[in-house]
């Protein structure tokens, strides 16, 4: 594994964020224009960093909201194995009391180690584990790029961690996130630390200059 800093960013906020309906794998959602003015905050904030590739999911919503990267010429690669978990056929709807209830109990099974139950219909923590490795073998394996930034989706974001530091999946909740969130991370080769966890200075920046 060669030396990188891996920037790790959640996709700027969509209308189903904003009204609270249930994403996943499934919902091929865009940005709004919130999402859209974090996204431009975050290129504000590290449009100075020389980022050598830019790796989203296959959801647009991660294309778009590194597209002003994009827009310089950084090379892209996108990556199904990077999609958010798949909640099954609760996706695309908002959440009654009763599911939300479910969903809530679902966590506590995640929390106490069963991270093999699956959502009704969905996918489990290790299941996406699984499809996330080869393509962290990939990234890993690319000794030219030394600062990357992939931008992925909430729960994915808290199994990839998990994945790259060896936290055991039961533990993905401490790796709290919010839209257009920053974890960054530096590999030394052999060790893996976090530099900057759940980071918002951008936003907040930006915030500060629109006043």
Known sequence: ???KKIYIIRHGQTDFNLTGIVQ???VDTSL???????????FEMYKHVKFDK???SALKRTKETVQPFLS???KNEAFAGLNEISWGANEGRRITPEEDRYYHWMLEQWQHGNTSQRIDGGESPEDVALRQKP???YILSQQQEETILICMHGRAIR?????LLNYPLKSMDMFEHQNLCLYLLNCSGTMMTIEKHNDVQHLLAFADAAV
């Open 1 to 3: 594994m060669s030396s």
């Open 24 to 26: 996943g794998s499934g």
């Open 32 to 42: 709004n224009d919130q999402g859209r003015s974090q996204a431009n905050a975050f």
């Open 54 to 56: 830019v790796y989203t």
């Open 72 to 74: 310089l010429g950084i």
């Open 135 to 137: 393509v962290l073998k």
């Open 159 to 163: 199994i990839l961690l998990c994945n």
